[in-house]
């Protein structure tokens, strides 16, 4: 597919816009991590169920990504990045609207497909975007930042306005919504389409295929295993952030949880962006042992009770998180084979977002079952194990 070529300076002020939408998107999935408490006490949610609520936005990631996922290349980049505004704006109305159970679990459902949809997308039109820059080109930086950074602001937005506005379930919502509003004004005209031929809708829809070549199977399951590792500990850290803190160490401060929320994305981002300058095997080891390093970090501080000694797991675990999945990616992207690069890709995407389901919830089942600090060991045992087989088949791999 052809496509178009801008000036320097237009072409970086576009890809910021395109920057800034994806920032914002995902700023919206991530509202509601530090209000998870507040729905507990409202609707007497146990720890399960919350980790039930979280992993629903996995499975709205998912299925867009399958279904959807050529979609942008078929109908153009802005198309997809609009629809996923739409998505994003309409999961908060669905969470200002409906205080209830089903609605929490419509709005995180919406709320994935609206990751799904910008995801690659927003990636590909960055890229393009930056593509007259040349050696200039800062596409990677800036969809990492983007990505990670809009992930780590949700957090630190809605616990901030949860502890000092009214109406803690509508405001931030309203909020994610607002910053958005610019969007629909400016963006459709001022962004160029960079996809020349699109063949429309039906070409972009249906399931990707699924699969990896068998000369790459030992490799990719290396990278495949510290991806999965990777978003458990996110997923534990944003569905229990309010839980680690309230029965673990006494705070039941929504804007602390919302920081703590923070400080794991922005440093994960930090690591991605710093990943680069490591040849990935190098970075794929220091990033399991830092993420190992953390979550043991965490276990000690919810023992401990101890606020700065779980600020500085999650900061050590974010770091691990962003080099082990950096390189991860980059590893599995370099030894793909050309033609199935992109379902080699898919594969290790779905790898990685089964972390945030099965280990999240099997945590929440372990909070509600036995304690806080069963969870936390049991999920420190599953990272450590993950992470040891990931280093071992590393290891053993010609360099």
Known sequence: MMRTMTGSGTARRDSLLVAYVFTVVMVATTLPT????????????????????YAVYAVGVLGTLQFLGRLSDHVGRRPVLLAAVAFSVASAV????????????VGRLVSGVSAGLIT????????ELESPLGVRSKAGVMATVANMGGLGLGPLIAGVLADHVPHPLDVPYLAGALLLLPVVLVFVWRVPE??????????????????VPAEIRVPFLAAAIAGLASFALLGFTTALAGQVLAEGLGNRSHQTAGVVAFLLFAAAAAAQVAAGRFVPRTASLLGLVLMTSGVVVVVSAVAAASLPVLVAGVLVGGVGV???????LSSVTAI???????????????????GLTIPVVAAGVLVTATTLLDAAIALAVFIGVLAAASAAIIMRAPR
Not at 94 to 105: C, M, P, Q, R
Not at 337 to 353: D, H, L, N, T
């Open 94 to 105: 669905v969470f200002v609207a409906t205080k209830g159970l089903t609605g929490l679990f």
């Open 336 to 354: 793909a084979p050309e033609e199935r690069r992109g379902e080699v890709i898919s594969a290790f995407f779905i790898a990685a977002y089964i």
């Open 34 to 53: 530090p209000l998870y408490a507040i729905y507990s006490a409202r609707l007497a949610l146990n720890p399960l169920m919350v980790t039930v609520i």
């Open 120 to 127: 690659g997308a927003a990636t590909a039109y960055i890229a």
């Open 322 to 328: 962003g080099l082990a999945f950096r390189a991860g």
């Open 194 to 211: 960079t996809v020349r031929v699109r063949d429309g809708f039906r070409a972009g829809v249906g399931f990707q295929r699924i699969g």
